[in-house]
């Protein structure tokens, strides 16, 4: 019942609206207009009031015809840059951007797939129970839009993310917390070829601490970055002040808090060292989720699977989502993969048999 057309068009059209993250206000208006055509009571929250963008979060909710429990479908509305002038283009069953930018499957395959899949609904009158949509602003970058989305206004307690890069089938059940490590190191200037001695290097204190930390692939759960490193000017000043950005996650949060207390540490032992001051904050930015592999969400997106004959399979994965939020707000959520290929590059793209069966697992997620 999927019309391959009308979701193809749909998303090439999704993709030209440009929406980069703290800017979706003219994709929220045009994605709110076609949920109301489709009989869904919308609105649009004041999250981006609270986190900076220019718009909030998309919410609509449809009643439905059966006796059964609300369910919840959630993509975010923001793309990564380079995301300006989109020009999607089709070859060979597939769809990439003309090379200048992002395609951004991510995420609007998954809006495409869950309208597709509400059209469908309207036009062959299908019986369904109350049907909850939430499209969020602000996700690339920190998850803003779900930390910030007015929970009082949703009914669900199952969610359903579609923001994944496998195989339609692919079932996230278990995803990884993150904490952002932002240092500034404060050194003392001197001249650095007439008194050096006189002087802390920053950078030397910088260099020792990252010297002893551990670093990237920690464990099969756990790993570490240092991201960026900002500081220093004139070569003849031993420079005084360095901010090191960092980051590390986890699938445990115990194994995260002891990750993050290493690299602080090491920050502060070079300090101590050297005699320079180190202020470190550590933010936790979500935390980690896991749900059963036997959990009865997980045995209705099997079943859903099965109705059309893709198959399905549980997965980890290392990187945040809004699914990560709605579980620390009571909602049990899984993500789904849709096919996003190479999202946040160039070469993004996606296959329309994926964006199809995509819109195929919404509605027979429904119909379980």
Avoid: W
């Avoid at 499209?135 to 994944?164: C, P, Q, R």
């Avoid at 969400?297 to 099965?306: F, Q, R, S, T």
């Amino acid at each position: 019942m999927v019309n391959e057309k009308r979701i193809v068009d749909a998303f090439m059209e999704y993709v030209q609206i440009d929406s980069p993250t703290k800017s979706e206000l003219e994709f929220s208006i045009f994605i709110k207009k076609e949920l109301e055509a489709l009989g869904f009571d919308v609105t649009i929250d004041q999250a981006g009031e609270k986190c900076g963008s220019n718009t909030g979060n998309v919410i609509a909710r449809i009643k439905g015809d059966l006796d059964k429990e609300s369910i919840l479908f959630s993509c975010h509305m923001d793309t990564v840059s380079p995301s300006i002038g989109i020009k999607p283009i089709i070859k060979d069953g597939t769809i990439y951007s003309d090379g200048t930018t992002i395609l951004g499957g991510d995420n609007k395959a998954g809006i495409a797939a869950v309208v597709e899949a509400m059209k469908v609904i309207k036009e062959n009158k299908l019986e369904h129970g109350p049907i909850e949509i939430v499209f969020s602003i602000y996700e690339e970058g920190g998850l803003h839009g779900a930390k910030n989305l007015d929970y009082a206004k949703l009914e669900s307690k199952k969610a359903f993310v579609l923001d994944s890069g496998g195989d339609p089938g692919q079932i996230i059940i278990q995803g990884p917390a993150q904490d952002k490590i932002n240092v500034t190191i404060t050194g003392k200037p001197a001249h650095a070829g007439v008194a050096p001695e006189e002087g802390i290097s920053a950078i030397m204190v910088a260099s020792d601490a990252i010297s002893n930390m551990k670093l990237l692939r920690i464990d099969e759960e756990t790993t570490a970055n240092i991201g960026a490193i900002e500081g220093g000017g004139a070569t003849n000043i031993v420079t005084p002040e360095v901010v090191v950005k960092a980051e590390a996650r986890s699938l445990s949060n115990h194994k995260l808090d002891a990750q993050s207390k290493h690299m602080v540490e090491c920050f502060e032992a070079a300090g101590k060292k050297f005699g320079a001051n180190i202020k470190a904050d550590v933010e936790r930015m979500y935390g980690a989720f896991e749900i059963s592999a036997d959990d009865e969400i997980v045995a209705l997106v099997k079943k859903a699977c099965e109705e059309i004959g893709v198959k399905p399979f549980t997965d980890s994965t290392g990187g945040g989502s809004d699914t990560n939020v709605l579980n620390a707000n009571g909602i049990k959520a899984v993500n789904l993969g849709i096919g996003e290929r190479k999202p946040h590059t160039l070469e993004e793209h996606l296959h329309i048999v994926d964006l199809v069966n995509s819109a195929r697992l919404v509605l027979a997620i429904i119909k379980a």
